[in-house]
């Protein structure tokens, strides 16, 4: 988890590219859009399962886009060091608990994104 109190608040339009197009793309549930935004070798943690490598992504994203339906509200995001920054999003859908808001933890490499780990 990212320690707050050393991050650097910024708006949504201060948050790099890649990070925009890929909450735009995830929102809009464009699998193919959001993995082109990652690194080969990057990883997503999601849930507490761990996908590794563009494949595995691929098929995760698929699967979250037909799974539920929701919408996003964008809440805020802070630059947690150089390479690392953290979007937060509410959730409102027909999940179990139909309210949920999600940190979404990005770590990039080059204009890639190498990790990301989304939690509560």
Not at 24 to 30: I, L, R, Y
């Amino acid at each position: 988890m990212t320690d707050l109190s050393s991050s650097t608040p910024v708006e949504r339009d201060g948050l790099p590219e890649v990070i925009r197009r890929y909450l735009t793309a995830h929102n809009a549930g464009d699998a193919s859009a959001s993995a082109a935004l990652m690194t080969p070798d990057a990883e997503v943690t999601d849930d507490g399962r761990t996908y590794a490598g563009l494949p595995a992504i691929e098929r995760w994203l698929n699967r979250a886009a037909s799974e539920y339906t929701y919408t996003t509200t964008y809440l805020g995001a802070t630059q947690d060091g150089p390479d690392r920054w953290t979007a937060i999003q509410r959730l409102d859908g027909d999940f179990p608990g139909g309210t949920v808001d999600l940190r979404y933890d990005f770590t990039l490499d080059g204009g890639s994104i190498s990790r990301l780990v989304i939690a509560p």
